[in-house]
């Protein structure tokens, strides 16, 4: 620039401004966050108002009510390649034990994850005086042999002492996995088959078995407030049995089953997606286990879904509104469970 006039350096400078500015506006420094704040909450409406931030917004705030504050529980995420697996394949377990861990981040959960091989789950499930304060999540369709067979099982005991369990895969309770580079023998006398299930539920018919690939499309309650995905019911839990168990249909409706049931058993409980895992669904399934375990719906005593909103903000746009609280649940504590619905990773939860 020792060659140019006054006013020729003046203009450059400008233009420079304007460049510099037209890559602010479009890729902007500060990125302003969306936000949810209470304005007011007097037990019987509770106030609020709602921020978009920098970039369009599409939320969803679920409103529940519950007896007694959660447990913080440690996730232990089962996977051990050495061991046989039953309606997973392989890509697809170690795609779940990556995701999990990544979605339940995402949402801000502040309990540790660990992933366990067959011979440390043997030491997890022994230790039932922290069985109240542990997940577990079963990814391979089948349970190993070094925790359930024909004749032992240290999973039921865990489960009754306040253990819950997440299954995916095959028949939950049909399959013992060894140690091998076979692929699993469906036939294989050794398997506690059908009676696996009386040996946790006291009855086999507590799953309906349908053809693979059979999904279920109608929305249940929790499935549609806390945008659950997974569809698949070839051995989904029955609905009927499901209901005289005092359990919960989390998951989409088919005739007479759920693509995902929440069985109590003891002071615990099982959670089962109920059918096969394709190609692509893991990332489908992690979301949804980390939905239900941030949701806090496991955690809470007598916890029931009291209402839930969607809303569609421009960026920049912020609005209020008003959520009425019915008499029943005026007196319980009431958590709000706040997600983007489109998957991108806005999450709160306050509870009051």
Request: proline content about 4%; aromatic content about 10%.
């Amino acid at each position: 620039m020792r060659n140019l006039n006054t006013y020729q350096k003046i203009a450059i400078i400008m233009i420079m401004i304007i460049i510099l500015s037209e890559i602010t506006i479009s890729f902007p420094f500060f990125i302003k966050n969306p936000d949810f704040k209470i304005l007011n909450y007097n037990g019987s409406a509770i106030e609020y108002k709602i921020s978009a931030g920098s970039y369009p917004l599409e939320l969803q705030i679920v409103f529940l009510s519950a007896e007694r504050e959660p447990i913080i529980r440690t996730v232990y995420i089962y996977y051990d390649p050495e061991y046989q697996r039953a309606g997973v394949p392989k890509k697809q377990a170690r795609g779940l034990v990556d995701h999990i861990p990544s979605e339940l981040k995402i949402r801000k959960y502040e309990g540790e994850i660990h992933i366990v091989n067959a011979t440390a789950l043997v030491d997890l499930l022994l230790d039932i005086h922290s069985a109240n304060q542990s997940i577990l999540v079963i990814t391979t369709g089948a349970f190993p042999d070094t925790v359930y067979t024909l004749d032992k099982n240290l999973i039921k005991p865990w489960i009754e002492a306040g253990g819950i369990l997440f299954w995916i895969g095959d028949t939950f309770a049909y399959y013992s996995a060894e140690k091998s580079k076979k692929e699993l023998n469906w036939n294989d006398p050794r398997h506690p088959k059908d009676e696996g299930r009386v040996k946790f539920f006291g009855t086999k018919d507590i799953i309906i078995k349908l053809q693979r690939g059979t999904i279920a499309s109608v929305e249940s309650e929790y499935s549609k407030a806390l945008h659950l995905l997974y569809p698949y019911i070839s051995r989904g839990i029955n609905i009927t049995k499901l209901k005289s168990m005092n359990g919960k249909i989390l998951g989409k409706i088919g005739e007479k089953s759920t693509s995902i049931a929440l069985l109590p058993l003891g002071n615990g409980s099982i959670i089962i997606f109920g059918g096969e895992m394709h190609k692509r669904d893991e990332w489908i399934i992690a979301k949804d286990i980390a939905q239900i375990i941030t949701s806090g719906i496991l955690d809470y005593k007598n916890i029931n879904i009291i209402g839930f909103k969607k809303y569609s903000l421009d960026r920049n746009e912020e609005l209020k509104d008003i959520f009425l609280i019915e008499k029943d649940h005026q007196s319980q504590a009431i958590i709000i469970f706040i997600f983007q619905s489109n998957d991108e990773p806005v999450f709160f939860k306050i509870l009051e």
